[in-house]
């Protein structure tokens, strides 16, 4: 499976959907408001399968490296998208995405985002010193 592109002109979300932050406590429920969301919107089964573990990974990300917090907008804009965003001290994006070939483990971690970019459409990263914001959309079979 390729990795999608970093992809700097993929279209603004704009209509929420469900808006969010969350704790690792919050985690099954930010998940299982996505996966309803994602139903209504039209994903199948198996699309909301990959969406929700991409979901899931980006909150991860965000409590891991972001603070152990993070704040998580479902948007509607031709297609499903999903923001989540930290208050960490950033990273290099350019060392993570696009990354067509799976990354070592290692204790800082690097594989999240591989994944995530192979169940999303598009992955985009902003990120500084002030934190993240990472916007992927749902990959759909129709």
């Known amino acids: 499976m390729v990795n999608p592109p970093l992809d700097h002109h993929a279209p603004a979300a704009r209509k929420p959907l469900f808006s969010t932050s ?25 699309e909301i399968e990959n969406w929700v573990t991409a979901v899931n990974e980006l909150m991860i990300n965000a409590i891991r490296h972001g603070g152990g917090r993070g704040d998580l907008r479902l948007l ?7 923001e ?12 993570y995405v696009p990354c067509a070939e799976r990354p070592p483990l290692s204790d800082t971690g690097g594989m999240g985002l591989w994944v995530v970019g192979n169940m999303a459409d ?21």
């Not at 509607?76 to 999903?82: A, R, S, V």
Request: charged share 25%; aromatic share 4%; net charge positive.
């Open 22 to 46: 969350f704790t690792l406590a919050d985690l099954n429920r930010v998940r299982h408001e996505v996966e309803a969301v994602s139903r209504r919107c039209g994903l199948d089964n198996d």
């Open 76 to 82: 509607l804009n031709g297609q499903l998208t999903c």
């Open 84 to 95: 989540v965003t930290d208050q960490g001290r950033g990273f290099h994006p350019a060392r």
């Open 122 to 142: 598009y992955l985009l990263v902003d990120s500084g010193p002030s934190g993240t914001t990472i916007r992927i959309a749902a990959r759909t079979c129709g």
